[in-house]
Structures are given as C-alpha cells and as structure tokens.
C-alpha cells in the first residue's frame, strides 16, 4: 500500500484531449454557476493585499499556542 501512487504521473505519459461540441439537449442542465457577489471581490482582495498581516497573525496565535 506505501509504495501505491495513485496521483503520480510518470513524465512521458500523454494524455489525449476530446472535445465534443455537440448541442446539448435541452432536458439537460447546462449546470453554469452564477456570478458571484462584490462582496466576495471586496473580501478577497482584503486577504491578498493584507497577506503578511495575516501570516504574522498566525505565527502569534500558533506561539501563543504552543506556550499553553
């Protein structure tokens, strides 16, 4: 079971891409999310441009852990 890889790719394998552009039929959901909020856009930059805040955030509350 240790030596089972079940995610390794060996370098040299190829994989063959199908596309199929046939019509879908119309019983079938195209399943297409929706858009998402401002909200989530505005959150999201919040956490990339405070990135090292939050990390040095992280590292105290682990410390702060570990001296309990």
Not at 16 to 22: C, F, G, R, S
Not at 43 to 62: C, F, H, R, W
Request: proline share 12%; hydrophobic share 30%; net charge negative.
């Amino acid at each position: 079971m240790i030596e089972w890889d079940p995610w390794g790719v060996p370098d040299d394998y190829e994989c063959e891409v199908i596309e199929n552009d046939a019509p879908v039929p119309k019983h079938v959901p195209l399943h297409r999310p929706g858009p998402l909020s401002e909200e989530f856009y505005k959150t999201l930059e919040g956490l990339t441009t405070n990135q090292p805040k939050l990390d040095e955030a992280k590292v105290t509350s682990i410390g702060s852990e570990a001296k309990e």
